[in-house]
């Protein structure tokens, strides 16, 4: 810019993430939201000779596929790409910390309550309990202190979307979170984070540090007599952890397995004492819903599910990346409209929603709406935001397995059914993978995967066996051709140990 | 003063600063990691006498998060990541490219201490899938080819600067 002499006239910010990952790097030029793709040092020259300069966009490196952003509906990630996470300022400017404000000056504790009730939010961490209960639940329970703890362990593999929050407006799950305590009373919070996001915890460390020096987060918050204070917290690489009585126990500097419940953690919680377990979109949510009233969030999804919903778009898709959507949008807009379709002009599979614990859906189902109930229906579930596309080149019996290896690797070992019951059924893909399958091993199969689900004590081995299930469900016939046949059409499974020894 | 001191006097500051208390175990090990680079056997007894709490609770907690590492590294480290995009997209044959390559197994270092091939579930990084991290740069949309040539430039690297 100094070399064309604009360098005065613009300003070059940093920004979170855009959402176009595939074609990233990305730069975006205002007014006017030229967005432009692939961006290299070299093209840069160009963008700014012709762009800046010239006033001509460089129309062939524009992003082109409109479709993308058309069906999308950013509310959580309202600021991404539009502030520069690292400066309160451009948080403030957006209107940030405006609802804090409001609800200290002129709301109650149980009026914030009241709004979050309205609003119908259910939590975004994968269960779907109402967030307004919750809170009337923690703000209820008598003993006292009471905590906060933000979950942003975002364990499942494919999935990126509390990461991509957190880098792009730390500051939204910051003020959430002082709603919240305000409305519960709590004076202390947790932000749990996975220590395999660096640039996450950086973010949000600078962003604490900037909240409490402008008197955001300390003994008097915006200097009346509200108190409350944040620090993180660092996972491990647990994906257990994610379970809200074992992110109890990890704060707590635990292994982190999960305990039965009641009681729960709204009466007793982190050292015994009534805590509020929140996701961090839940949290990013609540700002607007104070800014805008109830009644006005719930304009947005399904009757019984309201809002937006963030998913990060992976697998084998034209336009991966992460997609802010209603819920109530159906599977073929996401994965078609938004996703492109099927990368390379393959055949289109499978999706799979809800990450290593989700379901398999079939080509049929994909006029689902996604919402909590719907696809809780089909065998999926809403889990914490993944939709993974599969095309023909994907083995749904070796998919299945990948998911179950996964899951016995990361059951925490407390509980029989999920422990043994999942190396179990491992040992049976295993088999089946290898070519010495029987057709005993479907039933086999079914049985157990059922009594996993019934009989596990949290959610990690209620939900391990909805690959299987859904698979075993949908796609039977491929279980059935790789038992009778040996045969994979795929091409991923038998081969043979020497392969394997070669490899 | 011997570079073991001096990392001794550093886990001594961490231990202060979270006031020996045992809820800071995971913070303390963390920060034991980066200043030791792995938590071997003596180290982990240290900290258990130094927060006066039970070795087995120490070595539990240890040996339960994947993101502690109980043996030392190798020189450079190859994370293959091992999500659902990244396996969908293929991320097995580039791990058994490298295995043969390097004659290494997954979770384990080459003999001579030199290169440790690890895996991760998922960086985060999905919609760049295939992900291989060398060292600490991130390498997204991999091929075996692409990574091969990266690992053999970081390992050949130091023999340059040896010289």
């Not at chain 1, 400017?93 to 149980?110: F, R, V």
């Not at chain 2, 600063?17 to 007894?45: C, F, P, V």
């Not at chain 2, 240890?62 to 190798?74: C, V």
């Not at chain 2, 990244?86 to 490298?98: F, H, L, R, T």
Request: neutral net charge; glycine residues 10%; hydrophobic residues 35%.
């Amino acid at each position: 810019m100094k070399e064309f002499g604009v360098d005065r006239e613009c300003k070059v910010a940093r920004t979170g993430c855009i959402g176009t990952c595939s074609v990233g790097p990305a730069v975006l030029i205002e007014p006017g939201d030229y967005l432009y793709q692939s961006v290299t040092p070299e093209k840069v020259r160009d963008i700014v000779r012709d762009h800046i300069v010239l006033g001509l966009p460089v129309k062939d490196m524009l992003y082109s596929n409109r479709e993308y952003f058309k069906k999308q509906h950013r509310l959580v990630l309202r600021n991404a790409g539009k502030i520069d996470p690292l400066r309160i300022e451009d948080y403030i400017a957006m209107g940030g910390y405006s609802a804090l404000e409001k609800c200290l000056a002129t709301m109650t504790p149980q009026g914030v309550i009241y709004e979050v009730r309205t609003s119908g939010l259910r939590g975004r961490g994968g269960a779907g309990f109402p967030t307004g209960q919750k809170w009337s639940l923690v703000a209820r329970a008598q003993s006292s202190p009471k905590y906060i703890v933000a979950n942003l362990d975002e364990g499942d593999p494919g999935v990126f979307a509390n990461r991509t929050l957190a880098e792009a407006d730390p500051h939204a799950i910051i003020e959430g979170m002082l709603i919240a305590a305000y409305a519960i009373g709590a004076q202390k919070g947790y932000i749990y984070i996975r220590s395999e996001y660096p640039l996450a915890i950086q973010t949000l460390q600078k962003a604490i540090a900037q909240a409490k020096s402008m008197g955001l987060l300390g003994n008097s918050v915006l200097e009346t007599p509200f108190a409350f204070d944040l620090e993180l917290r660092f996972g491990a690489g647990a994906f257990v952890a994610g379970e809200e009585t074992a992110i109890l126990a990890s704060v707590e500097g635990r292994r982190a397995m999960p305990r039965p419940r009641p009681p729960y953690p709204a009466n007793s919680g982190l050292w015994q004492k009534p805590t509020l377990i929140q996701n961090v979109e839940t949290l990013a949510n609540i700002p607007l819903i104070i800014q805008n009233g109830g009644a006005w969030f719930a304009k947005t999804g399904t009757p019984k599910c309201t809002g937006t919903k963030c998913f990060s778009l992976t697998g084998k898709v034209n336009n991966p990346g992460l997609i802010e959507v209603p819920m109530g949008i159906t599977l073929r807009e996401v994965v078609f409209d938004i996703g492109g379709g099927v990368a390379d002009g393959k055949k289109f599979k499978a999706v799979l929603v809800g990450g290593p614990s989700g379901g398999c859906l079939p080509e049929t189902l994909l006029e689902s709406p996604i919402d909590y109930d719907s696809l809780t229906k089909v065998g999926a579930i809403m889990g914490s935001g993944g939709i993974v596309v599969l095309d023909e080149d994907s083995c749904m019996v070796d998919t299945a397995r990948f998911f179950t290896e996964f899951c016995v690797d990361e059951s925490c070992g407390k509980c029989t059914p999920c422990r043994a019951g999942l190396a179990r059924v491992k040992e049976i893909f295993d088999k089946i993978t290898h070519g010495q399958g029987e057709m005993s091993d479907i039933g086999t199969l079914e049985k157990s995967s059922v009594f996993i689900r019934d009989a596990s004590l949290c959610g990690l081995g209620q939900t391990a066996p909805n690959p299987v299930i859904t698979t075993l469900r949908y796609f039977k016939d491929e279980y059935i051709k790789h038992i009778v046949e040996k045969e994979c059409e795929a091409g991923k499974c038998f081969k043979t140990r020497d392969e394997e020894e070669e490899a | 003063m011997s570079k073991e001191d001096k990392r001794r006097i550093m886990l001594e500051k961490v231990l202060k600063e979270h006031n020996y208390q045992e809820s800071a175990l995971l913070e303390i090990l963390h920060r034991a990691q980066e200043i030791y680079g792995y938590l071997d056997k003596d180290l982990l007894m240290d900290i258990s006498g130094s927060l006066n709490i039970p070795p087995s609770h120490v070595f539990g907690v240890a040996t339960f998060y994947s993101f502690f590492k109980l043996r030392k590294p190798g020189e450079h480290v190859v994370t293959g990541c091992l999500g659902t995009a990244c396996y969908v997209k293929g991320v097995e044959k580039i791990m058994e490219a490298v295995e043969q390559e390097f004659n290494v197994k997954r979770g384990h270092s080459t003999p001579d201490g030199r290169l440790s091939l690890l895996v991760t579930r998922c960086i985060g990084a999905c919609a760049m899938a295939p992900t291989i991290v060398v060292d600490d740069e991130v390498i997204g949309k991999a091929t075996k080819e692409i990574v091969i040539q990266k690992i053999k430039d970081v390992l050949g690297g130091d023999k340059a600067e040896n010289r």
